[in-house]
């Protein structure tokens, strides 16, 4: 967590409001394997990272509410008898979606003056939009007494992405960003929405995260397009979800649909397998297999799933050009943001130079590269 980020939010919220805010500071999320999976029922490996969002928040006496985005310079007011999205709104939607989503539940909320601002690269595919629900759902849950678990908060949060954002997303990135556990990765079965946490420590090696910067902008039609295929494929099969499903199982389906929903769901069947193997992988410290792990998972992404796009899988070229990363996959929804590498310590630099320099070159654009730390998960700030 950035200590300055805390401070920024805490001032400017003095300043503007007069009184002191309670402060929270809350996480986005890498994911070290299982994608698309979170909404088949299956497994994911998420962590939350030291990258997020700071909100000042306090009760106000006034009949409006507001919400300043202090990274963009803008203000929000609004009335808590007329929640309804904005069109076009941004970030206001997903703070908005909280508070909607509370209401359904019957729970009362008053006024409140807000100040948040976030560190969290945007469009990376580092979920800043899970820390911005959650950091709201959070805020409002302690300063109004709501009584809300954090089980409950993140489905609150998923719920405001679905209704607000139109995303039809799975638990992985609320989850993770509310519950992540420092140095520790989250083995999250996503039907029981219960976790295991892996101390993470890959020895030589360390993570490294290359933006592509670029999000292309069928991103969110093409996810919620992808959760109707694999729905669309459960049904068929006659059960809950993806999860329950082997390759054979779906073998049997191959005379009813397309080829292309074939690659996409058998891609589902074997990331959750995946999934398995790596944290088995970690258990055993065997860094090879993890690398292999993270390969399959690009490949699977980008040609049977179709989620990725010429810079992602141009990034994960160049790291397989080089011997001293070990793997590397594109990370997250898809069509834009980060991969996520597994690279030996003493080659950081080097290979971010080279890999700069080469896109750069490819694309007429810049990359960033960004090592990352795992941390907890959404939490109070004294
Ligand atoms: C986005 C969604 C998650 C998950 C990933 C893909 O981040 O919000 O629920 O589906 O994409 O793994």
Not at 298 to 324: I, M, P, R, T
Request: proline residues 2%; neutral net charge.
């Amino acid at each position: 967590m950035s200590k300055k980020l805390i401070k920024e939010v805490k001032q400017s919220f003095e300043k503007q409001f007069r009184t002191e805010p309670i402060l929270v500071f809350s996480p986005g999320r890498i994911n070290l394997i299982g994608e698309h999976t979170d909404y088949n029922d299956g497994f994911v490996f998420p962590a939350a990272i030291n990258k997020g969002i700071g909100l000042a928040i306090q009760q106000s006496s006034y009949n409006t509410s507001k919400v300043s985005a202090l990274n963009k310079d803008e203000s929000f007011e609004f009335s808590l008898d007329d929640i309804k999205p904005v069109e076009n709104g941004g970030w206001r939607n997903y703070i908005l979606g909280v508070i909607s989503e509370l209401q359904n539940l019957g729970l009362k909320i008053g006024n409140f003056n807000s100040v948040f601002a976030g560190d969290i690269p945007g469009g990376a595919g580092m979920s800043s939009s899970a820390a911005l629900e959650n950091s709201f759902v959070y805020g409002l849950n302690t300063l109004f007494d709501l009584g809300l678990s954090k089980a409950e908060m993140i489905l609150v949060s998923q719920k405001a992405e679905h209704n607000y954002a139109g995303v039809k997303c799975g638990i992985m990135d609320q989850y993770a960003s509310m519950f992540g556990v420092k140095k520790s990765a989250l083995l999250l079965d996503c039907r029981t929405v219960a976790s295991e946490p892996f101390k993470i420590d890959f020895g030589d090696y360390r993570l490294m995260l290359i933006n592509t910067n670029v999000k292309h902008d069928l991103s969110e039609s093409a996810y919620n397009d992808r959760r109707s295929v694999c729905e669309m494929v459960s049904e068929k099969l006659n059960i809950k979800a993806l999860r329950d499903a082997t390759l054979e199982d779906l073998d049997t389906l191959k005379p009813e649909i397309t080829e292309a929903d074939y690659q996409k769901a058998s891609y589902v069947i074997e990331e959750n397998n995946r999934v398995q193997l790596f944290s088995k992988a970690i258990k055993e410290h065997d860094l090879e297999a993890l690398g292999a792990l993270l390969y399959q998972s690009h490949d699977g992404l980008s040609n049977k799933f179709k989620v990725s796009c010429v810079e992602l899988d141009f990034l994960v070229q160049e790291a397989k050009q080089n011997k001293n990363v070990l793997g590397a996959r594109m990370m997250g929804g898809g069509f834009g943001g980060c991969t996520i590498n597994l690279i030996l310590k003493h080659d950081f630099k080097k290979f971010k130079k080279e890999v700069s320099k080469k896109f750069q070159s490819e694309f007429g654009r810049s990359c960033s590269v960004y090592g990352v730390k795992l941390s907890q998960g959404t939490h109070l700030v004294n």
